[in-house]
């Protein structure tokens, strides 16, 4: 165990020190951010004093070294815009995106896994078909699409949900503001916990009817029933608990990518969370904010396949860690 984690560790400094490369070489690309931070009457004197006081003169490797001390320390810069600390803003919005997306991987957990299973032992049913074909256009759907639609229905047409908004919040003793304590902060959650939910829902519906289809035919299935046991049993703890692990495999990566799809979810319901916010600093050239939200986004990354790992072990203890004694 000490082993994996030290490696796990190594791992991850390797692969946050390639992203905040790749995301600090791309700053120059983004415009010049003086534009957003003086406007057009500044003098040109008074422009390269600024660039000059903010660093933006020095060459690349100048500039990286320094970000990376900071780093270190914790300070990821300070945002043009918002004259705080780029760290402490992306905090701010972190509940209302860890709370989108978990409102999704509930959705999608909630009804891919029984719809998966279901499809698998009724293959030839009437209700398989129909989910599966269902599953086929859901995928076909581009998310901003899926949520422009679940507006339109729901929000405008039909007027039974919020469409806009985070609704009512409550702020923790810690400082974290959720929503879901709040009545209204539920119901401005679920269309565009739905809307997420369809990037992952048709996928994960077809793998598990993949894997429980595989699992079905394997030998020590066959065993299983031949001893006597239940159907249910067969089915549900030795058939279904073996489909787990490709399952956990991808919705490990895909519960991070969740993240990274936000920023269409969040745009169009106007959800103020992370993913807003990035578009809100691209379209300012904030570029402390751009790379400070790089970085916590592939953190989340490297935690979140560290966790599956972990998990690995508690549905098959026959998956040794790496590193870990046989």
Same mark, same amino acid.
């Given at each position: 165990?000490?082993?994996? @984690?030290?490696?796990?560790?190594?791992?991850?400094?390797?692969?946050?020190?390639?992203?905040? %490369?790749?995301?600090?070489?791309?700053?120059?690309?983004l415009g010049?951010?003086l534009?957003?931070?003086?406007?057009?009457?500044?003098?040109?004197?008074e422009?390269?004093? %600024?660039?000059?006081e @903010?660093?933006?003169?020095?060459?690349?490797?100048?500039?990286?070294?320094?970000?990376?001390?900071?780093?270190?320390?914790?300070?990821?810069?300070?945002?043009?815009?918002?004259?705080?600390?780029?760290?402490?803003?992306?905090?701010?919005?972190?509940?209302?995106?860890?709370? %989108?997306?978990?409102?999704?991987?509930?959705?999608?957990?909630?009804?891919?896994?029984?719809?998966?299973?279901?499809?698998?032992?009724?293959?030839?049913?009437?209700?398989?078909?129909?989910?599966?074909?269902?599953s086929?256009?859901?995928?076909?759907?581009?998310?901003?699409?899926?949520?422009?639609? =679940?507006?339109?229905?729901?929000?405008?047409?039909?007027?039974?949900?919020?469409?806009?908004?985070?609704?009512?919040?409550?702020?923790?003793?810690?400082?974290?503001?959720?929503? @879901?304590?709040?009545?209204?902060?539920?119901?401005? @959650?679920?269309?565009?916990?739905?809307?997420?939910?369809?990037?992952?829902?048709?996928?994960?519906?077809?793998?598990?009817?993949?894997?429980?289809?595989?699992?079905?035919?394997?030998?020590?299935?066959?065993?299983?029933?031949?001893?006597?046991?239940?159907?249910?049993?067969?089915?549900?703890?030795?058939?279904?608990?073996?489909?787990?692990?490709?399952?956990?495999?991808?919705?490990?990566?895909?519960?991070?990518? =969740?993240?990274?799809?936000?920023? %269409?979810?969040?745009?169009?319901?106007?959800?103020?969370?992370?993913?807003?916010?990035?578009?809100?600093?691209?379209?300012?050239?904030?570029?402390? =904010?751009?790379?400070?939200?790089?970085?916590v986004?592939?953190?989340?990354?490297?935690v979140?396949?560290?966790?599956v790992?972990?998990?690995?072990?508690?549905?098959?203890?026959?998956?040794?860690?790496?590193?870990a004694?046989?």
């Amino acid at each position: 165990m000490l082993a994996f @984690l030290i490696r796990r560790a190594l791992q991850a400094v390797i692969v946050m020190f390639v992203i905040s %490369l790749i995301g600090f070489s791309i700053q120059d690309n983004l415009g010049d951010p003086l534009r957003e931070l003086v406007g057009q009457s500044v003098s040109e004197e008074e422009r390269d004093a %600024l660039r000059e006081e @903010l660093g933006l003169n020095d060459p690349f490797m100048v500039q990286y070294v320094r970000f990376l001390g900071n780093a270190v320390q914790g300070d990821l810069g300070t945002s043009y815009f918002f004259k705080r600390p780029a760290l402490d803003v992306i905090m701010d919005k972190f509940p209302a995106t860890f709370e %989108l997306v978990l409102g999704a991987v509930f959705i999608f957990l909630s009804v891919s896994i029984p719809a998966g299973i279901y499809c698998a032992i009724n293959r030839d049913s009437f209700f398989a078909r129909v989910i599966m074909t269902g599953s086929i256009v859901g995928i076909s759907i581009p998310v901003f699409l899926t949520a422009i639609m =679940l507006v339109w229905i729901f929000g405008v047409e039909l007027n039974w949900l919020p469409a806009f908004g985070r609704g009512d919040t409550v702020e923790l003793p810690w400082g974290w503001e959720t929503g @879901l304590l709040t009545v209204d902060g539920w119901a401005h @959650l679920i269309l565009p916990s739905i809307a997420l939910s369809s990037i992952m829902l048709p996928l994960f519906i077809r793998l598990i009817r993949a894997e429980m289809m595989e699992t079905m035919a394997t030998d020590y299935v066959r065993f299983a029933r031949a001893k006597g046991l239940s159907t249910r049993r067969v089915r549900y703890v030795h058939a279904f608990r073996n489909t787990l692990l490709p399952v956990v495999t991808v919705g490990g990566l895909m519960i991070g990518t =969740l993240i990274a799809y936000t920023i %269409l979810t969040e745009t169009v319901f106007q959800w103020p969370g992370m993913g807003f916010l990035f578009l809100e600093a691209v379209n300012r050239v904030d570029t402390p =904010l751009i790379i400070a939200y790089i970085i916590v986004v592939g953190l989340i990354f490297v935690v979140v396949n560290t966790i599956v790992d972990f998990i690995y072990t508690l549905i098959n203890p026959t998956v040794k860690l790496p590193g870990a004694k046989s």
